[in-house]
């Protein structure tokens, strides 16, 4: 399967701790985070790695060059300016002609992609979303979701009611269907969450939610890094 890693972002609020680094260099255990993203990802049999670039490119380039090493093919595009997180598939189009992994570069997961795939095909879901309960709904970006696990409404930060049918936040990877590539937005940037998917439900499309408890956990801030940091040192993974 193919895999497209999100990795144009600025990481503006890790700037100031780590000048110079690209978020997804940022290091868990001694190797970049991107690493341990590839190699989980070559674990479970994804070859084909497309990766979007805008902030100091050369420096994931010249260390991850055509992916050889790490076992996997890379295809890179670099942004001169921010397509967003949905335009950055507009780059990746043509190679996107079956299911396909959408994952943020600044997520550290262990999800066990396989049962992922399983929940995506029983329910012949055209976008699946990886969600889990958030501790903190009120500065989340949310999906309601029925109980056949169908998403019907996303609630975008920062919320101007409180929201009450769900805790559930998008934890940033998505299964997608090439099928719905036909459906971006025209307009650069867009956003999965704020364009795209509220985009797909108005076009009726099947959106799912898969609730999983395994460690997802973006790293965003220094404190989310930190956070990061201290899970792995438990996990203990290579």
């Given at each position: 399967?193919?895999v ?18 690209p ?5 868990i ?8 993203t590839?190699n989980?990802?070559?674990?479970q049999n994804?070859g084909?790695?497309y990766i ?59 999800l ?15 976008a699946?979303?990886l ?14 979701i ?14 101007k ?26 307009k ?18 099947r ?9 997802t ?22």
């Amino acid at each position: 399967m193919k895999v497209v890693i999100l990795s144009a972002g600025l990481g503006i609020r890790m700037q100031k701790a780590f000048p110079q680094i690209p978020k997804v260099m940022l290091p868990i255990g001694g190797k970049p985070l991107l690493e341990h993203t590839i190699n989980h990802l070559k674990k479970q049999n994804f070859g084909e790695i497309y990766i979007n670039l805008h902030y100091l490119p050369e420096k994931i380039k010249n260390y991850f060059g055509d992916g050889k090493k790490f076992g996997v093919k890379i295809t890179y595009s670099f942004e001169p300016n921010i397509l967003g997180t949905a335009g950055a598939l507009k780059n990746f189009k043509k190679y996107l002609t079956e299911t396909f992994v959408v994952i943020y570069g600044d997520v550290f997961t262990t999800l066990d992609f396989e049962k992922f795939l399983k929940f995506h095909r029983a329910k012949k879901s055209q976008a699946t979303l990886l969600v889990h309960e958030t501790d903190h709904p009120q500065d989340s970006d949310l999906a309601a979701i029925d109980k056949n696990n169908r998403i019907y409404r996303f609630y975008i930060s920062p919320h101007k009611k409180p929201v009450t049918d769900t805790n559930l936040s998008s934890a940033a990877i998505y299964l997608l269907e090439p099928e719905i590539l036909k459906f971006l937005p025209k307009k650069t940037p867009s956003d999965f969450l704020e364009d795209f998917f509220p985009l797909l439900l108005k076009k009726k499309l099947r959106m799912y939610g898969y609730n999983s408890s395994e460690y997802t956990k973006d790293m965003g801030t220094s404190k989310r890094y930190k956070k990061v940091q201290e899970a792995f040192k438990k996990l203990k993974i290579d």
